[in-house]
């Protein structure tokens, strides 16, 4: 064990660029137009709601995702309770998502009044796997009037949240399908998948909705932000109406039409966005020289393997991961315990989410592939290095 | 009329700054060390959910308003919004708020899935009048077993949400006797209120919990952001569980204990807040200074008059209001259209909420002085200036 947690030092420490001491797991990389944009907001005093940099963002985030809009907001949990809202996502509904994801997913579900119904992931993508919940649903679901319902709770279940996990897209297609057949709206939470395509369409474009994430351990960062995806031009214009407190557009009066939300963007956080989207493809190229470095490297290594894309897909490999060939809670903690004690900031998966006290009691099929990722699984530093 | 509108037209000009052609309502004023700051998260890559600004930020806050204990957040609906939840506003749990507020006040209850119960203004301080409150609720309300029970609609009351309207002090000690004698926790909406005093303590202190907001139209500004005030440290400890995700502390594991939100406020967004609240005194200054102006000047035009804050208070005078002597609509918006066509921006105070369309069923007792103040209030210009 102790040879085995040596050599994984080792060979990260091998890759990472000498000059430090500490290995953070995800820090942002400012050098571009950062501090110009800023200093713009500052100088003309438009730092909040209104600005142009907050267009700016949605348009260049837009662009380069190919997705017809964006809506920037204050931050990931925000587009995915946004996204789920305007997707009808009510009290008491159900909605599916992993049970290895981040816990903001199920946050934003519970925000609806809904109830999160956890499914398993697949090694190959880390994310939900299509013919388990095929399998599954056929189960357990029926589809009356176009609505899916869950024969044992008998209650709604609305939408699928599938999750590209740690950056790496799952299987959009095989998803998608089954979304259809069971009338279940598919909302893609790609809060960590900015840069990462699936068969050439970049993830968050597949779904009728989708959720970024901008926080700061994220591929591109505005400090705290989000934004939502659609090709809809009316759930768009709804996504924007919504996150800005659903006030209707006059020269003075305060008429709100919805029980809207305050989860605009400021501007001096989209400032910082238009600044890191125009260095995001060389973020990406430079996030998967490290990853190929990684897994060439890793290649050598008896007893661990480094987690490579799936053949669909061309992952920004937000989070490098490895994974113990003999899944272990002690073995990973252990490995965990002495490459964090060498500097190198390492973490495991998140807690399965169906474990955590809050979510216990939720509805969930049988989540084995998801224990064995998370008892095999280490997240290794992944910051952009130039 | 069109003599009225010609008279406030030119008393506002008379007073503000010859430089300009336009006159924002509220604009903000960086002057201090905003740059420097930010520059220092850009510069150190520190620009998210951690760095030294969010907690120089909160010590700022809690040492200028004597509050022990401050919780930066990701704006003032958040505040309110987790001030609600903390107090242990449940699902079908009435609220008592102004119906003259900012749509976000009732926003914040709904989240709770609770419901807005609408109560009156008084003309002294354009917030909740105590001694109708206290008459309604005598009427209305029944105290078992230290719970306040709407006999009506059988639901609990769970809070009362006094707003600081535009910055001036309500009656706090009368309203917390209210408080009391009715078990109600009493949360202060202090959003608009930042440098604004009730009998020598600062608005927002004497709550169990209060909202500040530091929107980009707010007296101080972070771009978006808000904060929780509070005296107890045990509540503190749990708003800052709960805005961060309730995440347990721990080296490398995601371990969650409640349904927690991301509601942290970014540290770039704190670097500003710091360089702004050492401003602070300067811009509470210059914007009483020039409500004096205001003052001076409208008590020689007929027809209207200058709102002046209550005895018990010194105010902020976030937005300074005029009021028209005969409350009417077509009045007011005949002065509105001319002021805001010289440049001047003015506005209404909101549409009262009880008359929005998701909150026109919720309970309320008549609410004829908001109506009345709603009626003749116009903000009129109130930046800092320097």
Known sequence: MKTLAQNISKTILNILSKKNNVFPLHEPCFHGNEWNYVKECIDTGWVSSTGQFVNKFEELLAKYTGSKYAVAVVNGTAALHM??????????????????????????VSYCGAIPHFVDSEEKTLGIDPSKLDDYLNDIAIVRSNQCINKITGRKIQAVVPVHTFGHPVDLDAIKEICEHFSLA?????????GSFYKGCHTGTY?????????????????????????????????????????????????HDYIGYNYRMPNINAAIGCAQMEQLPIFIDLKRKLA??????????????????????????????????????EKRNFVLELINSKGIMARPAWNLLHLL???????????????????????IPSSVII
């Open 207 to 255: 779904g009728l909705l989708s959720a970024l994430s901008f926080n700061g351990n994220k591929t591109v960062t505005t400090g705290g932000g989000g934004a939502i995806l659609t090709n809809d031009k009316k759930l768009a214009d709804y996504a924007k109406h919504l996150t800005t407190t659903a006030k209707k557009a006059h020269k003075w009066e305060y008429i």
């Open 186 to 194: 598919l909302i893609e939470d790609a809060a960590e998948s900015l």
């Open 292 to 329: 190929l470095k990684y897994e060439i490297a890793f290649s050598k290594i008896e007893g661990v393997s480094f987690f490579v894309e799936p053949n669909f897909g061309k992952s920004n490999y937000w989070l490098n991961s490895i994974l113990l060939d003999k899944p272990s809670i």
């Open 83 to 108: 996204c789920l809202k305007i997707a009808g996502v009510k009290n008491n509904d159900e909605v599916i998502i992993p049970a290895l994801s981040f816990v903001a997913t199920a946050n934003a």
């Open 357 to 379: 006290p809050m979510y216990k009691d939720c509805p969930k099929m049988s989540l084995k592939t998801s224990k064995k990722i998370a008892d095999s699984l280490i997240n």
